[in-house]
């Protein structure tokens, strides 16, 4: 890392070529990667640490791994965080790269390589806060119904088939479809569990047309153990692993683009599952489980009722009439 720009204090280096190398095994930053159980979280916290990394070094390739954290003081992450804010982010995908930055500097106090004071004062950080209205869009029932009808009778159409219906009747994340196993599969009760952020646990519940979808699936995919949903190859062959949740994507990406529908996510999906078990009158908590939110506020946030509501009171209104003036 180099001088931080205008920084109340440079950030301490030693000259090129004379740091020690910093053993994998004590260095903050692969500790911490190493502590996430999600292969997306790590995947995800790899990618902020890399870039504060290159923000700090001006450097393309730079990574987080050798990096001096344990020489950050107070004055440094003020500017770190301060730089994160003028890259034009949202406040969202700011602050997730500063728990990135509070996590390694906790790790480098765990390791024994800044003291406790040290620590505390750095990670002392406040949120960047600013109120917005949630991105992304509704995914609408003739688009579900038009991806699903690109979806042919081929191995890879009858899993996408039954992939889609599982993103739309459950809102599960699409790191959490990607981790499912046949064993989280239980027909019965037309659940799935999944292990979701910090490796919680919960039930979701497929519709009877998702489980009609999913057990076509199945008896293609076999009873075997293992994930529920594979990749699968040009010649239509399951490969023994899971997808993951770029694959997903892709898939998605294909699919509607292949119904002549617009781009949508797979996080375009949960927004519209949460909003329409609230438009049914779902109370909050009850959504708030079914999706694996912390916080009610954060489920909250998808409720499309006020908006409604706002636009109806708005509709009361009448426009007069253009006319001249006497």
Avoid at 5 to 26: F, K
Avoid at 78 to 99: C, D, F, M
Avoid at 186 to 191: I, L, N, T, V, Y
Avoid at 257 to 272: I, L, M, P, S, V
Wanted: a positive charge; aromatic letters at 4%; one cysteine or more.
């Amino acid at each position: 890392m180099t001088d931080l720009p205008d920084a109340g204090g440079a950030l301490p280096v030693l000259p090129a070529g004379q740091a020690p190398p910093v053993e994998p095994a004590r260095d903050p930053y692969h500790v911490y990667l190493a502590s996430l159980t999600s292969v997306e979280s790590r995947r995800t916290m790899r990618g902020c640490l890399d870039r504060i990394a290159r923000l700090l070094t001006g450097e393309p390739a730079s990574t987080g791994a050798g990096q001096p954290w344990h020489l950050l003081r107070y004055e440094h992450t003020v500017r770190i965080r301060t730089l994160l804010t003028e890259q034009g982010w949202s406040p969202a995908y700011v602050n997730k790269h500063l728990v990135a930055l509070r996590r390694v500097l906790k790790e480098s106090w765990r390791l024994g390589q800044t003291s406790a004071e040290d620590f505390a004062r750095a990670s002392d950080l406040s949120p960047v806060r600013q109120s917005r209205l949630p991105t992304g869009h509704h995914v609408p029932p003739e688009v579900v119904g038009a991806a699903l009808s690109a979806c042919d009778d081929s191995v890879a159409g009858v899993r996408d088939a039954a992939l889609i219906a599982a993103l739309y009747s459950t809102g599960c994340r699409r790191a959490e479809i990607a981790g499912l196993e046949l064993a989280d599969y239980d027909p019965g009760a037309r659940s799935l569990r999944v292990r979701g952020k910090r490796d919680k646990e919960r039930m979701v519940y497929l519709t009877t047309d998702a489980i009609g979808l999913l057990e076509r699936w199945l008896a293609v995919r076999g009873g075997g153990p293992g994930p529920l949903f594979s990749p699968v190859s040009k010649a239509g062959r399951l490969r023994a692993r899971p997808l993951s949740g770029q694959g997903i994507a892709d898939i998605l990406t294909r699919r509607l683009g292949e119904a002549g529908a617009a781009r949508r996510t797979a996080h375009d999906f949960r927004r519209t599952f949460i909003g329409e078990l609230l438009d049914a009158g779902v109370d909050l908590a009850t959504a708030q489980a079914l999706v694996g939110h912390s916080s009610p506020a954060t489920t909250a946030r998808y409720d499309r009722r006020p908006e409604k509501t706002r636009r109806e009171a708005v509709d009361r209104i009448k426009l007069p009439r253009a006319r001249p003036l006497a």
